[in-house]
């Protein structure tokens, strides 16, 4: 038999963040109002005993300034501050020489010892003096005489204060941090409602709809802008929705148009078998298997870049050893009379990965031979930070309305021609993506031969960057003065 499992503790009861707001400044305001409370206690105390003690010292003065003609009165004078004031006068050896009258014939009560400054209570004021009694003792010389003069006051003053501090803490304190409690409720409660509002609108919003967007308050505080920032949030996720929605559609389309052409090939050849010309159709059907592993190239190229798993290497590169080797196989495969004239400095050497650099500069090259009228001038030109390649052609160009957008996927500015082409509108978006992955970025603008210039700027040093960036195209993020591309997307390279 299996042994029974232990039954897992129970989760504690997680309180809601109103609650728990609510708890911590409650204690914070009530150790707060306890503090200043006591503060003031000890302050007021303080100013209390300073008063007595500052009475008592008078009433000393007064009692030393009645024997100045070296005879004690009997009894001393009262206190003109304070009646309930006793003082007794003691000689150096320690006897009593006068006292008030309540204190006649009694020995010495406190006592000032030679090196202190605080009077010591006396076995005698046992049973005859209170506790709470505020005592002063004071040196003086009195007609030559060294003399010490105690005064004390019974301390009922300070009781009274001490009892109505604890009555006013044992009543005031849960009134005052029951309002305070109060009063954070309702303000954490006002200020979460907002927060409420915008965790329903989250819940309501599916995948299906991202159109939906939380309510913006109009402050300007933290709330207002949690919900600024989710509806940018989702307006960032409704856009790269739809253009995963139009990037598979379209991926479809361009898939089934070669597949149909196979098929329709086959079966007219399996529907003749005797007549059909089965040379021609295997061409046909290799051409367009072609063209489909073509697009499934560059449509895996696309799907890693935008997951950020285009794996890359980074060494030195010689641009200019694959500009030559482009040359030499471009207008062959890509379109014939049209001449390629390459133009490069030395040292046009940059950091990166060489399969993903000539897929770029193919990608490149392919675009401006195809919309070439007779020539192609590609130039390289290395300067102390960066390389650039200007690839000029004197085909129609493009318009600048259109030279941001023929850097998304599957862009074609011209649906007749290219759709017999095989172009399928992605070479352009691999080059952005594959210049954004080495740190650098890729703009068009106008020729000096008439047609269009891509310019492709890379860095000498940095090596390779972060693989797949933000923009409309899937790659980098679109620098300041970029024009744009072609309106094509050139071949699978």
């Given at each position: 038999m299996?042994?029974?499992?232990?039954?897992?503790?129970?989760?504690?009861?997680?309180?809601?963040?109103?609650?728990?707001?609510?708890?911590?400044?409650?204690?914070?305001?009530?150790?707060?109002?306890?503090?200043?409370?006591?503060?003031?206690?000890?302050?007021?105390?303080?100013?209390?005993?300073?008063?007595?003690?500052?009475?008592?010292?008078?009433?000393?003065?007064?009692?030393?300034?009645?024997?100045?003609?070296?005879?004690?009165?009997d009894p001393l004078p009262p206190s003109g501050f304070d009646p309930n004031a006793q003082s007794q006068v003691l000689a150096a050896d320690g006897h009593v020489l006068a006292a008030t009258e309540t204190l006649a014939g009694m020995p010495p009560l406190y006592t000032l010892p030679a090196r202190g400054h605080s009077p010591v209570r006396q076995p005698a004021a046992d049973g005859r003096i209170p506790g709470d009694v505020r005592v002063v003792a004071v040196r003086a010389v009195?007609?030559?005489?060294?003399?010490?003069?105690?005064?004390?006051?019974p301390s009922g003053m300070l009781r009274m204060i001490t009892e109505d501090f604890a009555h006013r803490m044992m009543l005031g304190v849960p009134v005052i941090l029951a309002l305070a409690v109060g009063t954070v409720w309702l303000v954490v409660g006002r200020a979460l409602r907002r927060v409420e509002q915008i965790r329903r609108a989250v819940t309501d919003i599916t995948s299906a709809d991202l159109a939906q967007r939380v309510p913006e308050p109009e402050c300007q505080d933290e709330v207002g802008k949690l919900a600024r920032t989710m509806n940018d949030m989702l307006a960032r996720l409704d856009q790269a929705a739809r253009r995963q929605r139009r990037f598979v559609a379209d991926a479809s389309h361009e898939l089934r148009?070669?597949?149909?052409?196979?098929?329709?090939?086959?079966?007219?050849?399996?529907?003749?078998?005797?007549?059909?010309?089965?040379?021609?159709?295997?061409?046909?059907?290799?051409?367009?298997?072609?063209?489909?592993?073509?697009?499934?190239?560059?449509?895996?190229?696309?799907?890693?870049?935008?997951?950020?798993?285009?794996?890359v290497c980074c060494k030195p590169v010689d641009l200019a050893g694959l500009l030559d080797g482009i040359r030499a196989t471009t207008p062959a495969a890509a379109r014939a009379g049209v001449r390629i004239d390459l133009r490069t400095d030395s040292g046009l050497v940059v950091p990166g990965d060489p399969t993903h650099l000539e897929r770029m500069l193919r990608n490149v090259v392919d675009n401006a031979v195809r919309y070439a009228g007779s020539d192609v001038v590609v130039t390289g030109v290395a300067s102390a930070d960066a390389v650039r390649v200007d690839v000029d052609d004197d085909g129609p160009g493009i318009p600048v309305a259109d030279r941001e957008r023929v850097f998304g996927r599957f862009v074609r500015l011209d649906e007749s021609r290219e759709r017999g082409t095989g172009n399928a509108?992605?070479?352009?978006?691999?080059?952005?993506?594959?210049?954004?992955?080495?740190?650098?970025?890729?703009?068009?603008?106008?020729?000096?031969?008439?047609?269009?210039?891509?310019?492709?700027?890379?860095?000498?040093?940095?090596?390779?960057?972060?693989?797949?960036?933000?923009?409309?195209?899937?790659?980098v993020g679109r620098s300041r003065g970029v024009g744009g591309t072609r309106g094509v997307g050139g071949t699978g390279s």
């Open positions: 299996r042994p029974a499992r232990s039954a897992r503790p129970a989760r504690p009861v997680r309180h809601t963040l109103r609650a728990r707001v609510t708890a911590v400044a409650g204690l914070a305001i009530g150790a707060a109002i306890i503090g200043g409370l006591l503060l003031m206690y000890v302050l007021q105390m303080n100013s209390v005993r300073r008063v007595i003690d500052g009475q008592l010292r008078a009433y000393a003065g007064q009692i030393a300034e009645s024997g100045r003609n070296g005879a004690w009165p009195v007609a030559g005489r060294p003399v010490t003069i105690v005064t004390g006051t148009s070669p597949l149909a052409a196979i098929r329709t090939t086959l079966e007219v050849g399996l529907a003749y078998p005797d007549r059909a010309p089965w040379p021609e159709i295997a061409e046909q059907a290799a051409v367009q298997a072609q063209r489909l592993e073509i697009l499934i190239q560059q449509l895996l190229v696309l799907a890693k870049a935008d997951d950020r798993r285009l794996g509108g992605l070479g352009l978006a691999i080059a952005r993506e594959i210049a954004g992955m080495h740190r650098g970025r890729i703009c068009v603008a106008d020729s000096p031969a008439g047609g269009a210039r891509v310019t492709i700027v890379l860095p000498r040093s940095g090596g390779v960057g972060a693989v797949g960036g933000a923009g409309t195209a899937g790659g």
